[in-house]
């Protein structure tokens, strides 16, 4: 951290979980944050999926410091075990940790940062460079203007980036066309949505737990509107692994949901694609009011909706003027990868890890939270909680940086064994 910039604040992106978990810390250790949230509220993209019940409870959900914070004021802590959804989280936790007034002061909403740069330094300029304070520029209710900062955490989220259906990473032919009839992320099927489901056919793409809970709620549709007709589609070969989570797995919920998953399926409640590699998007019938999926030389039974349950992508745009350091593959710091990389890694631990593998070749800049992760599936709110706790400890003391454990397979170095691992969420 440079001397002469010591005057200026962090910089926070984002006020999801881990950026008001980020404000907050910074706060305890005397250090001074300015947080910017596009939304109007804080925690707009949960508030996206507020109707989805989560699988961690309470206990991993509230950052331990935050809850110091919050208990002077009368705030009550949910009950530890219990599931919050979506919604709950934000009006029993971040809600009340936002109107805090010492993190209210410090918060803009309706705040977007477009862009992030090093003063006077685009990306290829070296000279002088890391003394150069950050430069943001936001874009709220009074207009553009930049902002300077001594360091910048990047809290931003991958829920304004779902990726699409296409085989090949990129939009199948006709999907962006079809884009009206196709939900994604998590659609409210049993509630605000549930007329664009309701006694229609339906495929779902995606073999993960956001796959798993679109057809739980399409099931609960259909037991009421039996006409509801469900299609689902995955890469895989075969649908073998639906229980992936082990019998003692510290998320109970979500091995649950595993498990019914795998009962309906047994039970015929879904008609299942294997080997689905979408190509084209063909609409059909009176002004394409129907959709037909083409996957390699298969055509599917035409659908009335599509749910893409096929995750989320980091956006990458707004650090482009800065060195940022990210593996190729997995979107995420480099360091980091080889720990969360799902190409080596079924959903199962991940080890604690913080500043150490979240460092980049621009000093001060983070990428936190679930953007940290990139294109990786796992992430918790527990991690993102103790990478805060690392990367201010950093900002504090450069010293104070401590190398991650390897829990498994794929890298060893000494020093891992005792520290410990924790679950992650698929
Ligand atoms: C359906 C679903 C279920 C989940 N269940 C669980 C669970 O059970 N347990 C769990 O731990 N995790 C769960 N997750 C993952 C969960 O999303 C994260 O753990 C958590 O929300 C990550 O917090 P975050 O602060 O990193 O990002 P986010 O919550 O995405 O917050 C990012 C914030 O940044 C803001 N923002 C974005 N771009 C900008 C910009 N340019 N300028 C200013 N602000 C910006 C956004 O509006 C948002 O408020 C679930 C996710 C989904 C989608």
Known sequence: MQDANSHLPIAIIGAGPIGLSAAVNLLASGLEPITFESGEQVGEHLARWGHVRMFSPWSYNVDPVAAEWLTPTGWQAPRADAFPTGAELLADYLQPLAALPEIASRLHTATRVTHVSRLQHDVLRSNGREEAPFVLRVSGPDGERDVLARAVIDASGTFQCPNGIGAHGIPALGELAAAERIAYGVPDITGKARDDYAGKTVLVVGGGHSAFNALQDLVSLAEQNPDTRILWGVRSATLHNVIRSPKDDELQERR???????????????????????????????????????????????????????????????????????????????????????????????????????????????????????????????????????????????????????????????????????????
């Open 256 to 426: 649950a949901l595993e498990v019914r998953i795998q009962q309906w399926l047994e039970d015929g409640r879904f008609e299942v694609v294997t080997n689905l590699a979408i190509e084209a998007i063909h609409p059909q019938g009176e002004q394409g009011a129907r959709l037909v999926v083409e996957s390699g030389s298969q055509r599917l039974p035409a659908v009335d909706r599509i749910i893409a349950a096929t995750g989320f992508r980091p956006d990458l745009a707004l650090l482009s003027e800065l060195r940022v350091s990210l593996d190729p593959a997995t979107q995420s710091p480099a360091r980091l990868a080889p720990l969360i990389d799902p190409n080596q890694h079924s959903c199962g631990s991940v080890p604690e890890h913080g500043a150490a593998e979240l460092t980049h070749a621009e000093p001060g800049l983070y990428i936190l939270g679930i953007k940290s992760y990139g294109r990786a599936p796992t992430f918790l709110m527990r991690t993102g909680y103790r990478q805060v706790k690392s990367v201010v400890a950093a900002l504090l003391d450069p010293d104070a940086v401590i190398p991650a454990p390897v829990c498994g397979a794929t890298r060893s170095t000494a020093n891992q064994a005792s520290r410990q691992c924790e679950p992650s969420c698929g």
